[in-house]
């Protein structure tokens, strides 16, 4: 590696994992938040006493407002957690890296600090605080996909490892509900957290680049402090660039260090890889297999009790068993990123041998993580399916594990796919898009506990059902790398 030293540089993919880890994606961790809600007796108001068959007034109360409210709350964050990276993407490709973390690191703050003081007379403000928390943490996600660019042919690796910390860093609020038991306050949890702002400040200017990351990364390339300093000189910063841009130029020639496969056709517009097939038919995978993912998170609260008979210590059990696999997505998601890149060697070596399209190559080792991803998604939602209470372990262990691919391999499919030049945009358009269809969550949740009359049958028939189209996807890619 030339350029800044290899302790820095590993330096900036700790401290970005342990971020990612510890930070961008504590809203999947939002079941072991409701139960600590619940318990400090946020929109408790809502609930009704149950009428017995006579009549009478029964022990146990029946909380459907309650937990509609709650999940109308995660149906928010998790909408903006996807609608608002396509205008997060814009400002990071626009603004660069510091102007993105230093919003991030504001609404995020202004969240934690929020939700610290907030109690049950004024937990309408969770409406506020928790997308503002979303928001924040995508942006930390998007400023760090980047550090893979340092990296090289370890890219993949590494962007499905920090999908994987966005994905594990909802056991955060696990350990918020643990010490919660243990005596530790709410209020005290979410101001440790804020205090941790000035560890992101610190990073932003000391870690990370003022402007992009580039990919190939050119010789003699520089970022964080060292950067900085080239403030005081500005006619040095002009040389500076105008060099690496001239060797960023030279270094797209090699075939090799192709990121996806229109680098050697002819510029085309954003507009244009909007409206392929391609992106398209990747739109539909993401979405039918988030819809699915986000509705189980969002009801899994609501699941557990119903399962339970409303035991409140079995129900607390399995909501620890579900946040501890959730922090088992780090370890699981790099397996994706690793499996694309060494697909991503093997066909490009057979690419050069036979003659064909290197580029082409490079986006077929997408096609197993793609199909995967689909498989593990289609058992997990045959498991989530089945109402017995002890096989939720093995749901949350597949879904945990179709989590954690998904992403992952979304990110590296997009980079794989299109230029890397519109990849914030791209990345930010296909969460947005999908987002929209996450919505879908609340009405079926309404359709499930009225007409249905709390019986989900129908809907994880029809879910099923979308879920199987899901690999349509990955067979539409391989059909056009083959023809490639």
């Known amino acids: 590696m030339s350029g800044q030293g290899l302790p820095l540089r590993v330096a900036t993919l700790l401290t970005g994992l342990l971020e990612c880890l510890g930070f961008a994606g504590v809203l999947f961790g939002w079941v072991s938040l409701v139960f600590v809600f619940k318990t400090e007796h946020y929109f408790e108001e809502l609930c009704k006493q149950d009428a017995g068959p006579m009549g009478n007034a029964t022990l146990q109360n029946d909380c459907k407002a309650q ?11 998790s909408f903006m957690n996807n609608f608002m990276t396509f205008p997060t993407g814009y ?11 230093l919003i991030a690191i504001f609404l995020y703050t ?9 109690s049950a007379d004024s937990a309408l403000l969770l409406f506020l605080a928790m997308p503002m928390l979303t928001v924040g943490g995508i942006l930390f996600l998007i400023t760090n996909l980047q550090i893979g660019n340092l990296f090289g042919k370890h890219r993949s690796t590494i962007i499905t490892l920090y999908n994987g910390a966005f994905d594990s860093s909802s056991a955060v609020f696990l350990i918020i509900k643990l010490l919660y038991e243990k005596g530790i306050s709410l209020r005290a949890s979410f101001i440790f957290l804020s205090v941790c702002s000035v560890w992101h400040v610190g990073r932003t200017f000391l870690l990370m680049p003022r402007g992009h990351i580039p990919y190939p990364l050119p010789p003699y390339y520089s970022y964080g402090l060292s950067s900085w300093s080239c403030l005081r000189g500005k006619k040095k910063e002009t040389v500076e660039s105008k060099k690496l841009n001239l060797q960023s130029k030279e270094f797209l020639s090699p075939k090799e260090d192709t990121p996806g496969p229109v680098q050697q056709q002819e510029a085309r517009s954003f507009w244009s890889y909007v409206f392929s097939q391609r992106f398209a038919w990747h739109l539909v995978w993401l979405s039918v297999i988030q819809l699915w993912h986000y509705l189980f998170i969002g009801t899994l609260n609501n699941l557990l009790t119903k399962l339970a008979v409303g ?6 059990s399995y909501t620890n068993a579900f946040a501890i696999t959730q922090f088992f997505g780090v370890l699981c998601a790099p397996w994706n990123g690793l499996l694309m890149d060494r697909l991503k060697q093997k066909y490009q070596k057979e690419a050069r041998r036979t003659g064909s399209p290197d580029s082409a190559a490079a986006l077929r080792s997408a096609v197993p993580s793609l199909a995967l991803t689909s498989l593990l998604c289609l058992g997990f939602a045959l498991c989530a399916s089945i109402p017995i209470l002890p096989l939720q372990y093995v749901t949350f262990i597949l879904q945990v594990i179709s989590r954690s691919f998904l992403y992952g391999g979304n990110a590296s499919f997009l980079t794989l796919a299109f230029p890397s030049e519109h990849f914030g945009k791209l990345f930010g358009l296909v969460m947005a898009l999908s ?33 199987l189209v899901t690999l349509v996807h990955p067979l539409l890619v391989y059909r056009e790398c083959r023809r490639a």
């Open 67 to 77: 937990d509609e409210r709650f999940l109308l709350i995660f149906t928010l964050a």
């Open 311 to 316: 035991d409140r210590d079995l129900v607390s």
């Open 91 to 101: 400002i990071f490709d626009r603004f660069k890296t510091t102007v993105a973390r």
């Open 110 to 118: 202004s969240a934690t600090l929020t939700i610290a003081f907030i």
């Open 435 to 467: 987002a929209i269809v996450s919505l879908l969550q609340f009405p079926i949740f309404m359709l499930i506990g009225g007409p249905l009359q709390n019986d989900p049958l129908y809907v994880n028939v029809t879910l099923v059902l979308f879920s």
